[in-house]
């Protein structure tokens, strides 16, 4: 069976109609449509608009009766965008006009059949929106009731954008709207026409729902009435694999959390579908929703102790780092205890054996230091061995860029000497942290060196290459290059190898997590009763 929401009327051979013609359905003057009767249904707009179609914009409702008198066949006349008189009328927020046109095509006495006006109203046009689309588009909810009784079916039309006339509704946050399409739709539990099923009444784009559109926007009442109406939706999953909750936990929305909650418990633990494989309480850990987490902890507290696709748990994802602090400040209570120190795969993991890592950065500390010592005492030129009162001086001395080239020597020479007194000084270190902060700090001092090296090499050089100023240009762009991705990288191994700080999201979620963590540990020390 066709759809008839993709039906196309055939056209006719149509004429431009006179500015007079026009004017006159504007203002309603049915004299003039008079001496035009027997050609109303091809005289046309340059857009396409008939007669009716005018009237119906302009709102003349005695014009658009006798139009249907004098040309009964135009009800159902396409525009050029595709669009019938009911169309205009519903966009223009007209429900006489549009109950006209329906009690027009529904009169037995014209031949039309049974399910005349149903089939005009499922006519989509060119975006494949019907004039219920265009109803809820102007927020008129008689209109919307009265489309939706005349054709329930109207509910299952998706348009080009994928939306469905209840996803506009509840995008728009209009629970009247609403309403008017779940009071006439059928129940989600039976089919829908064509193959559908009713829940596809509330499809949108991206595969989301109209519980997602809800969402979003934070309409509570809209929400209310969609969860009422059909429970399932808490667990459809967009084309990205996230719920409704996820993206209520990511928007700090707390009502809506609450509300979905209270439908369906298990919700808590859906994980999106994609390569994450977040909870609700990861996400809102990761946007620093931190009511949103005292909720979910509060009605669900077993949801804290799920981990995403990387091992990681709400901890984890809160502060990005195993701070001993954040431990001890959970206070006493062990089953916090065992979920921070719960296994975390990260590509970024510690060896094993720090002070074998630690040999590999005192060698290369070692043979900055060596390297930089010797280019002190061959300097770039060499030096001048002519008799006179500049004899033994650099020749290059008084360039500025070989003066930049012996303060950043110095300066990596000094950073690569303290890296290897540190990795010296801590030999003699038996505890553990304070081992990594002395190796961290040994490693920033490191990083340090190779770029002041760098910097020294390709100032010498441009000091030697000063004659050749386009080779001294490019070997400066060279080293340049790799300066910035030395720095690039200092930066990411200064990031995981330094404590937290100045993260007020993190330190919000760890006092949430502490509050809890006290408060449970205080009803365990609550004395038990007994039996005498």
């Given at each position: 069976m066709?759809?008839?929401?993709?039906?196309?009327?055939?056209?006719?051979?149509?004429?431009?109609?006179?500015?007079?013609?026009?004017k006159?359905?504007?203002?309603?003057?049915?004299?003039?449509?008079?001496?035009?009767k027997?050609?109303?249904?091809?005289?046309v707009?340059?857009?396409?608009?008939?007669v009716?179609?005018?009237?119906a914009?302009?709102?003349?409702?005695?014009?658009?009766?006798?139009?249907?008198?004098?040309?009964?066949?135009i009800?159902?006349?396409?525009?050029s965008?595709?669009?019938?008189?009911?169309?205009?009328?519903?966009?223009?927020r007209?429900?006489e006009i549009a109950?006209a046109?329906?009690?027009?095509?529904?009169?037995?006495?014209?031949?039309?059949?049974?399910?005349?006006?149903?089939?005009?109203?499922?006519?989509?046009?060119k975006?494949?929106?019907?004039?219920?689309?265009?109803?809820?588009?102007?927020?008129?909810?008689?209109?919307?009731?009265?489309?939706?009784?005349?054709?329930?079916?109207?509910?299952?039309?998706?348009?080009?954008?994928?939306?469905?006339?209840?996803?506009?509704?509840?995008?728009?946050?209009?629970?009247?709207?609403?309403?008017?399409?779940?009071?006439?739709?059928r129940?989600?539990?039976?089919g829908?026409?064509?193959?559908?099923?009713?829940?596809?009444?509330?499809?949108?784009?991206?595969?989301?729902?109209?519980?997602?559109?809800?969402?979003?926007?934070?309409?509570?009442?809209c929400?209310?009435q969609?969860?009422?109406w059909?429970q399932?939706?808490?667990?459809e999953?967009?084309?990205?694999?996230?719920?409704?909750?996820?993206?209520a936990?990511?928007s700090?929305?707390t009502?809506?959390?609450e509300?979905?909650l209270?439908k369906?418990k298990?919700?808590a633990?859906?994980?999106?579908d994609?390569d994450?494989?977040?909870?609700a309480?990861?996400?809102?850990a990761?946007?620093g929703?931190?009511?949103?987490?005292?909720?979910?902890m509060?009605k669900?507290?077993?949801?804290?102790e799920?981990v995403?696709?990387?091992?990681?748990?709400?901890?984890?994802?809160?502060?990005k780092?195993?701070e001993?602090?954040?431990?001890?400040?959970l206070?006493?209570?062990?089953?916090?205890?065992?979920?921070?120190n719960?296994?975390?795969?990260r590509a970024d993991?510690?060896?094993?054996?720090?002070?074998?890592a630690?040999?590999?950065?005192?060698?290369?500390?070692?043979?900055?230091a060596?390297?930089?010592?010797?280019?002190?005492?061959?300097v770039?030129?060499?030096?001048?061995?002519?008799?006179?009162p500049?004899?033994?001086?650099?020749?290059?001395?008084r360039?500025?860029?070989?003066?930049?080239?012996?303060?950043?020597?110095?300066?990596?020479?000094?950073?690569?000497t303290c890296?290897?007194?540190?990795?010296?000084?801590?030999?003699n270190?038996?505890?553990?942290s304070?081992?990594?902060?002395?190796?961290?700090?040994a490693?920033?001092?490191?990083?340090?060196?190779m770029i002041?090296?760098?910097?020294?090499?390709?100032?010498?050089?441009?000091?030697?290459?000063?004659?050749?100023?386009?080779?001294?240009i490019?070997?400066?762009?060279i080293?340049a290059?790799?300066?910035?991705y030395?720095?690039?990288i200092m930066?990411?191994?200064v990031?995981k190898?330094?404590?937290?700080k100045?993260?007020?999201?993190?330190?919000?979620?760890?006092r949430?997590?502490?509050?809890?963590?006290?408060?449970?540990?205080?009803?365990?020390?609550?004395?038990?009763?007994?039996?005498?």
């Amino acid at each position: 069976m066709e759809n008839p929401s993709q039906a196309v009327r055939p056209a006719s051979c149509t004429s431009l109609m006179d500015p007079s013609l026009y004017k006159a359905a504007m203002i309603g003057d049915a004299s003039v449509l008079e001496q035009n009767k027997g050609q109303l249904d091809v005289l046309v707009s340059p857009n396409n608009n008939t007669v009716l179609h005018i009237a119906a914009q302009y709102g003349q409702l005695h014009c658009v009766e006798r139009i249907l008198g004098m040309c009964p066949i135009i009800y159902d006349r396409l525009n050029s965008k595709g669009e019938t008189p009911v169309h205009v009328a519903a966009r223009e927020r007209n429900i006489e006009i549009a109950r006209a046109l329906i009690e027009h095509a529904k009169d037995e006495e014209l031949g039309h059949g049974v399910g005349a006006a149903k089939e005009l109203l499922m006519l989509a046009n060119k975006d494949k929106d019907t004039a219920l689309h265009e109803a809820v588009r102007s927020r008129h909810a008689g209109l919307v009731k009265l489309l939706t009784a005349e054709a329930p079916e109207l509910s299952y039309i998706a348009n080009n954008a994928k939306e469905t006339p209840l996803y506009l509704a509840a995008e728009r946050g209009r629970g009247d709207l609403v309403s008017g399409i779940l009071t006439n739709c059928r129940s989600p539990d039976f089919g829908g026409p064509y193959g559908r099923t009713a829940l596809l009444a509330a499809g949108g784009p991206y595969g989301r729902t109209a519980l997602h559109a809800s969402v979003f926007q934070n309409f509570e009442e809209c929400t209310k009435q969609l969860l009422d109406w059909k429970q399932d939706l808490l667990k459809e999953a967009d084309m990205y694999g996230w719920i409704p909750l996820h993206y209520a936990a990511r928007s700090g929305f707390t009502p809506s959390v609450e509300q979905q909650l209270d439908k369906d418990k298990s919700v808590a633990y859906i994980m999106t579908d994609n390569d994450d494989k977040m909870t609700a309480i990861h996400i809102a850990a990761t946007y620093g929703k931190v009511r949103v987490i005292e909720v979910l902890m509060s009605k669900h507290p077993g949801c804290c102790e799920m981990v995403n696709s990387r091992g990681q748990n709400i901890l984890h994802i809160a502060t990005k780092n195993r701070e001993k602090k954040a431990i001890k400040g959970l206070g006493a209570n062990t089953s916090w205890r065992n979920i921070f120190n719960m296994n975390t795969v990260r590509a970024d993991q510690v060896p094993k054996d720090i002070r074998k890592a630690a040999d590999t950065h005192l060698i290369v500390a070692a043979l900055i230091a060596t390297v930089t010592f010797a280019a002190g005492f061959t300097v770039p030129g060499g030096l001048d061995g002519n008799q006179g009162p500049n004899q033994g001086l650099a020749v290059f001395a008084r360039k500025a860029a070989f003066q930049t080239f012996a303060i950043t020597d110095t300066v990596a020479m000094m950073f690569s000497t303290c890296a290897i007194i540190i990795h010296f000084a801590a030999t003699n270190s038996e505890d553990k942290s304070q081992l990594e902060r002395e190796y961290a700090t040994a490693q920033i001092f490191t990083l340090d060196a190779m770029i002041a090296a760098a910097i020294a090499f390709t100032t010498g050089m441009f000091a030697v290459l000063s004659h050749s100023l386009w080779l001294a240009i490019i070997q400066c762009i060279i080293g340049a290059c790799g300066m910035l991705y030395t720095i690039a990288i200092m930066n990411n191994v200064v990031r995981k190898i330094s404590l937290i700080k100045n993260l007020p999201r993190s330190f919000s979620i760890l006092r949430c997590l502490v509050r809890y963590s006290i408060q449970e540990k205080e009803r365990g020390a609550e004395p038990k009763s007994t039996d005498s």
